[in-house]
C-alpha cells in the first residue's frame, strides 16, 4: 500500500529496488483512513467478482487463520523434519559411542531446540510462499492472514522436540543392544 503510506506522509526509501518505509508517521488518522479506504476497495472488488456481498468477506475474514490442516504447508514440513531428525540421528549414533552418555544428552538436548525451530522457521516462509501462490499475488500483507502455522507454533515445536528425545531414546537403546 505505497500510495497509502505516501498519503499519510511516510517517508518512503527505495533501496535496490526494494521500498521501504523510514521515520514516522506524519498523520495517523490520515494513515487509517487510507488504509481503510484500499481495504473497502479491496473488498468491493472481491465482492463484484465472486458475486457476493461485502458483509459476506468481512464476516468471513477474521476466520482465515481457521482452515485447519493447511497440506501444502503440512506434507513439505513434516518431510523436513523427518529428515532433519533422521539426519542428526546418524550423526548422532556415529560420533558417539553407547558410554558417552553426556556427550549423547547435551546434542539430543541442543538438537530438540535447533531442529524445530529451523523447521519452523523454515515453515513460515514456506506457508508466506504457499499463500502467495494461492493468492496469485506477492502483496500477502495484513490482507490475508497468513496464520496457517502460526497457530500452531507451539504444537510444531512440541512435536519436533519430542521427535528429536524419542528418535535419540530410540537410538541408544538399540545401540546398547548391539
Not at 40 to 64: G, K, M, N, Q, Y
Request: proline share 2%; net charge positive; with cysteine.
Amino acid at each position: 500500500m505505497r500510495y497509502g503510506d505516501r498519503i499519510a506522509g511516510w517517508r518512503m526509501i527505495e533501496t535496490f529496488g526494494i521500498v521501504w518505509r523510514h521515520g514516522g508517521l506524519k498523520n495517523r488518522a490520515l494513515g487509517r483512513q487510507s488504509r481503510q479506504q484500499c481495504v473497502a476497495t479491496l473488498f468491493r472488488v472481491i465482492a463484484s467478482t465472486h458475486e457476493l456481498a461485502v458483509s459476506d468477506i468481512e464476516r468471513v475474514r477474521p476466520r482465515l487463520a481457521d482452515r485447519g490442516f493447511d497440506l501444502p504447508v503440512t506434507i513439505p514440513l513434516a518431510l523436513l523434519l523427518v529428515f532433519a531428525v533422521r539426519r542428526f540421528i546418524w550423526w548422532i549414533r556415529n560420533r558417539f559411542d553407547t558410554d558417552e552418555r553426556a556427550g549423547w544428552v547435551v546434542a539430543t538436548l541442543l538438537a530438540s531446540f535447533i531442529i524445530p525451530a529451523v523447521v519452523v522457521a523454515i515453515g513460515l516462509a514456506w506457508a508466506a510462499v504457499v499463500e502467495i501462490v494461492r493468492l496469485g499475488n506477492e502483496h500477502v500483507g495484513d490482507r490475508a492472514r497468513v496464520d496457517g502455522l502460526r497457530a500452531n507454533f507451539l504444537v510444531v515445536l512440541g512435536i519436533g522436540i519430542a521427535a528429536v528425545w524419542i528418535a535419540s531414546g530410540i537410538t541408544a537403546i538399540r545401540n546398547r543392544a548391539t
